[in-house]
């Protein structure tokens, strides 16, 4: 009886007989004998058909089985330094399960559009599988980091009754009679979290329809947002670049041969160590004029201003103290420069821009309640975020990364729609 | 120096001084002795104020402090077999950073509105804490599980084309000028992302705007939807029985001290071992006759079915083979009776009804063509669902689990509304 296994772990076996049960990924024929490589979503391996031992007819059929057909494949496992895994399988038995139609992805090269229109098949080459097994391990890191250093998950709401921050970016719904909107950020809900529990984080699907078509925005996209009850602006950067540091370095560890696939440049990663530099948005300021890229005055950075910032030095960089004016109505002002927010940003490398927003928040009720009215918000719709401030208000802070942003920049790879399984964009609902 | 830590660590620095940060949870005075309860979210404490130590101003005040003020707090930690943690705090050194409004919540009995009005400040309470800490370590289980077994994280969509099936209780949404709905479920995609990776799962929100306001409803809800490549129905029954009895058993050994703050019966979890009893619709019918229970010719089981069938088994039931027209167009149908569905409900015991639903999927192309025209659904919305038949297909199933109704039935909580940190329910979109 051969065991039943898969490619990941057919190096166990080596000389005996295994059954695989996967795809036919490519194939070439060579007189008697027939090279499929099969996959099963755990790795690729050849396999090598001789007519002398599955006989004339299921040669032939094999020979010109279409690319995708399903099959359950017995064969004996074999040592192959030539092959990438190491090992190849001497092929004893095949059942087709299904006859795969003439495969639309073919060798040639395909247009985004069409590639994106078959996202559902697309997912199979081994190019997109590296990205999401990144993703998924970037997931699971950065889970694992937090779970081990206290942090609860508290989901936060995605249906939300206030339009927080406007309505021009938020998706609508009518919940059973009324308006309701889907959130474009758990914060304020982990800030109840941080108050009852400590430290809480949140790490769900958040929403922008934002009608920005670059490489870098997707109008649903996950967000993974901690924070922390009694600590500051210092404690969250301390905690924005251990967590980096840590989340990269596990990638680093578990996910090398992926990163391989993608032919991914690691020393950016590698770079990932502490300390950050931790510069002001000021001395921001006075670098970028340097550099050739000045920012208006009192004005938020954009993708050039960030790019030429990061490259300016060898890992991420955290810029803390933007203007007041440019960040969030929940931000602390500075106590030292009250025009100031005590608020950061962490910038990764290699132009991939802001990963991290965070901050220091404001924690004083009558400071809290004269930003609201500055910015012009409903107050009705924050009595139970004032709440916090009535009833054992205490210094904290947190952030939020935007993780298909991050898997982007961890993967090298030059749009945010490959960093998702089904991305979707100002253009694309589908499928 | 005192030692910066959290309750639940103190016991490392027994006769030594530590400093904490939390808030009071409650306090009784008696003369020169204040006690102080202080919970900083990993525990709660009592702590031993003397006025002697602390000087009459500052004594006098701690004596009056409002519930939930915030405090840093410093003192020796001492053994005391009477309190619950077995430890205790003689105070050396007390800092108030906020002293809190008078707290809403009180000792006297609320109404489940008022609490729920305030439920940002209700899961403060010990026993929402509690409820949430299994919720955590449950999915903590769950996903561990399913990365330690070889599935892949693959996040479906939130946004989504088409109302797949019937816009009734679906929530819409403007998409820059088209419709789109909120996903009841990320199934679909799994399928997708099973051909690709052999094994996948989401685990994220979904939404039903089910005009059902029971106890074991919501309206936004989390599920974790596994999906298998080459797998049956027997496959799928034994990964729900072999994925339960190990979550349940690392909620019953990481989670024990907050099922015991629930005061819940272990016997229940405790029996969730295998093997689970497996009968078919038609058995279940038949024993739900002899239990005064009877269901009518064909149709699905309501609640009472559900707990009636659970009560008569000793751990979660596997129900089988439901008719097929009360179940979804994409089970298969089992090929000894076509009038069944290789569908799987699993029942929880103690009247916690379906927690998972699952099956067998239909993988042949022209069975599942006829089975979309059959509900009437649009044939366009499905193709690329269809392309998933013709490239490659093969046996495969997968469940969701509803992970609320779930953590419910962990908790033996009476209503599902707890198992959320905030809840959405017909009346609720708030706080």
Redesign the interface.
């Known amino acids: 009886m051969p065991v039943l296994t898969?490619i990941e772990r057919c190096s166990r076996y080596e000389g005996q007989e295994v059954e695989l049960?996967?795809?036919?990924y490519n194939r070439r024929k060579s007189g008697r004998i027939a090279f499929l490589q099969l996959r099963?979503?755990?790795g690729i391996i050849q396999c090598i058909a001789e007519k002398s031992v599955l006989g004339e007819e299921l040669f032939t059929r094999i020979r010109r089985l279409p690319q995708?057909?399903?099959l359950?494949l017995r064969g004996t496992v074999g040592a192959d330094p030539r092959s990438p895994s190491g090992f190849e399988i001497r092929v004893t038995g095949v059942e087709v399960?299904?006859e795969?139609?003439p495969?639309p992805i073919t060798k040639k090269s395909h247009g985004t559009a069409f590639l994106s229109d078959?996202r559902?098949?697309w997912?199979?080459s081994r190019r997109q599988?590296a990205i999401?097994?990144i993703r998924?391990l970037a997931?699971?890191a950065i889970?694992d980091y937090l779970?081990d250093n206290?942090f609860?998950?508290?989901?936060?709401?995605?249906?939300?009754?206030n339009a927080c921050e406007g309505t021009s970016t938020l998706?609508?719904?009518?919940?059973?009679g009324?308006p309701?909107y889907?959130a474009q950020s758990g914060q304020l809900?982990q800030e109840?979290?941080?108050?009852?529990?400590?430290?809480t984080y949140c790490f769900?699907?958040t929403?922008r329809?934002e009608?920005s078509d670059t490489r870098r925005h997707l109008?649903?996209f996950?967000m993974v947002e901690p924070e922390v009850?009694?600590a500051d602006l210092d404690d969250t950067m301390d905690l924005c670049e251990d967590f980096l540091v840590q989340v990269v370095g596990r990638v680093l560890q578990d996910g090398l041969a992926h990163l391989q696939v993608l032919e991914r440049d690691l020393s950016p990663l590698q770079r990932v160590r502490k300390p950050f530099p931790r510069i002001s948005y000021d001395e921001a300021c006075l670098r970028l004029a340097r550099l050739g890229t000045p920012v208006e005055p009192e004005d938020d950075f954009g993708a050039p201003h960030e790019t030429a910032l990061a490259n300016s030095f060898d890992r991420p960089v955290m810029v803390h103290r933007y203007p007041r004016a440019v960040k969030a109505f929940y931000m602390k002002a500075d106590p030292e420069n009250p025009a100031r927010a005590l608020g950061v940003d962490v910038l990764a490398p290699e132009g991939y821009g802001e990963i991290i927003g965070g901050g220091q928040r404001e924690?004083d009720l009558s400071e809290l309640e004269a930003q609201v009215n500055r910015h012009g918000l409903p107050m009705s719709a924050f009595q139970?975020?004032m709440?916090?401030?009535?009833?054992?208000?205490?210094?904290h802070g947190g952030f939020g990364l935007g993780f298909e942003r991050f898997v982007t920049w961890l993967c090298g790879v030059p749009h945010i729609r490959e960093a998702?399984?089904?991305p979707?964009t100002?253009e694309r609902?589908?499928?």
Request: with cysteine; glycine share 8%.
């Open positions: 898969n049960r996967g795809w036919l099963d979503g755990t995708e057909s399903s359950v399960i299904q795969a139609q495969y078959h559902h098949l997912i199979r599988q999401l097994r998924h997931g699971r889970r779970d206290g609860l998950l508290l989901d936060s709401p995605i249906l939300t009754p998706f609508a719904t009518e919940y059973f009324r309701a889907l809900y109840a979290g941080a108050m009852a529990f400590g430290k769900g699907p929403f329809a009608k109008t649903e996950w009850a009694f924690d139970w975020y709440d916090l401030r009535r009833y054992g208000s205490c210094p998702a399984a089904f979707r100002l609902l589908e499928p």
